[in-house]
């Protein structure tokens, strides 16, 4: 409706014979979201006075030779405008409305679980809005800040550009909250990534002959960092025995992994989480 | 003349009513049993027509006269043979019909018959066969079937201590600023992929992983392309694959093509999809014994137990396996569901059939359980 508007507008102008100018119309250049906007005009008598602008379109009877108040509630979307003042003949003119300072700022950060220890693994955009949810595209400054626990990670300042400002860095050595922190002027706001333990990292296991079979466990289960694998993660013992083999997938629980297999006689016991090996334990047979 | 049309209309009604009654009295006698194969006859005086007497009853829950069937000399009571064959516990047995059978003798004497019959099983996981042998002796001048002793597991009254591990979601409010609560969508990665020609069509199957630490529920998609560059067909892995993979939990996963040759096809595209949901880590189920050897019909199986370590009674169990070559790669995806409940602390046997194309070359295999529980999510 408003790209209607505006092309007929500019049809409406172009139309119009500027050469016969009564009436003049000053408009300036750039204005600032929310600010209240006046247009001088010359000539006398009535006219009709038209702001095409995003999210705004009005028309209005105005005497020529005053100003022409335009409400800054009229301006809250930044865009362009244009103004068109039409009585025996029309003029028109076209002004920008850039967005006011940052009010808030979105900040999005990915992913939301991270493995330690991994490379250009966080990142983080953030988006500075004014308070009429204008993009603010002149440059503004952002500072980005990573801590771990109470141990700083990462810090830089971003200035944005086309109104983002974005950073990306490794994740850190230990598992735990990793906390992101954006802030511009006295605007802050933060946003949580959970660092995990990676893969399992020298997976082992030990076993003993119960009567129904072996039990056979893992020691405490450590990514290569000494992180502790989460619980539920699964662990995969397999039990080979001269007629058959046995599997058991069992879930880290308290960070041990445990499984009770049926096997009575001499008992080659392997373990394995996703794609990492572990070792292989030789049980004789029962007794 | 505007009224020939309604009367003639409820004439007809009328006379197919009275025709569906006496049609639908005499379609009574073999409701239920495949192909016409089994009609009831009061005296069977032959093995085979005993048998299938046994079998109709069975299908129509005709308990008394079933048991009437069957030799004083077996080891069965009417109530261990009525839960044999309506399942109990809420088995996948419990919610199946036998919908029909066929039979073939395989040693008949005077007085003594093998049959091996092949039971239609309609389920709530689609049709299910089943092959066993019964054997019957004639007593007087019928015969009767004699049934092994049924095992019903028996669970001693004890209690298990279980570490309660599970995941929940959480989801954030609508009122949240955006970006601010987002959970991400765990990440799985298809670890091998394989595409074979079988009998049936083209299929595609391989292994996918959870490499994340929270679980997962996992689909498998993937598009047969030609040489021009166009979809050829579209599907999924439907009920091939372990849908709930736990922190690196590794599952097979088959997709079937229906009559489509890949001769035809000139690359294929993988998507995996996962989303985030809550979890049990328990029951564990152990798979033991596990060995591949000839069933009774000279084909080859993948035996073994199932085991359940935990407290719970797993109604459905479904066993896939992934079987290897000597190169580790995966050449074949088979699977197959358990009809008894595992009852806490108690085995029930399973058995997946191998392709005889595929059998000679299979040196390793990896079964995972996929389980169902009453009243659990």
Known sequence: ?287 | MKFILPISLVVATAALMVLGLFIGGQARGTVGIAAGSAVYTPKADNAEQALKNLLADVQRRNWDRALAAVSKSSATDKESFIQEWTGSNGSLRSFSALEGFESRPLHITPDEAQIRVRLHWATPVGPLEDVRDFRLIREGDVWKTVLPKIQVPNVPAQVIPVTYLRWDLVSGGAADEWGSRNVDAPHVRIISMNAVDSAEGAVVMGEIVNEDTVPAFVNVNATLVDSAGSAIDDETSFDKINHVLLPKQVSPYRIDFPNISLKNVKSVRMDEKATLVPASADPVIGVMNQKIESDVQGKSVLHGDLFNQSGQTVNISHVIVSFYDNNAKVIWVADGYEDHALLPQSSEPFAVEIPKSVAPKVQNFHVVVDQYSLGRS
């Open chain 1, 1 to 287: 409706m408003h790209r209607v508007l505006l092309i007929c507008a500019v049809l409406c102008s172009a139309a119009c014979p500027l050469a016969a100018v009564a009436q003049d119309l000053r408009v300036p250049a750039s204005v600032t979201a929310g600010d209240d906007v006046t247009i001088p005009t010359t000539g006398s008598g009535k006219a009709t006075f038209y702001l095409v602008g995003p999210g705004v379109s009005r028309k209005s009877e105005v005497s020529l030779g005053e100003e022409i108040r335009l409400q800054g509630q009229e301006l809250w979307n930044a865009g362009d405008y244009l103004v068109l003042v039409c009585s025996d003949i029309c003029n028109s003119g076209t002004f920008y409305v850039t967005a006011a300072k940052p009010a808030s700022f979105a900040f999005l950060v990915h992913p939301s679980r991270v493995p330690v220890g991994q490379s250009d693994a966080v990142s983080g955009v953030a988006f500075p809005f004014d308070q009429f949810r204008n993009l603010v595209l002149t440059p503004v400054t952002v500072s980005f800040q990573l801590t771990a626990g109470n141990k700083p990670l990462f810090s830089k300042q971003v200035r944005t550009e086309n109104g983002a400002a974005w950073f990306r860095t490794a994740s850190g050595k230990s598992a735990g909250l990793l906390q992101v922190v954006a802030s511009l002027d006295d605007l802050s706001a933060k946003r949580a990534v959970q660092q995990v333990a990676s893969d399992p990292c020298n997976l082992r296991i030990t076993g003993q002959r119960i009567p129904i079979g072996v039990l056979v466990q893992t020691e405490p289960v450590h990514d290569c960092a000494g992180n502790v694998v989460p619980d539920g993660t699964i662990v995969t013992f397999s039990a080979t025995e001269a007629n058959g083999k046995s599997t058991v997938d069992a879930p880290i629980k308290q960070g041990i992994a445990r499984a009770q297999i049926e096997a009575t006689g001499a008992t080659v016991v392997s373990v394995a989480s996703g794609v990492v090996m572990g070792n292989e334990l030789r049980i004789g047979a029962k007794p």
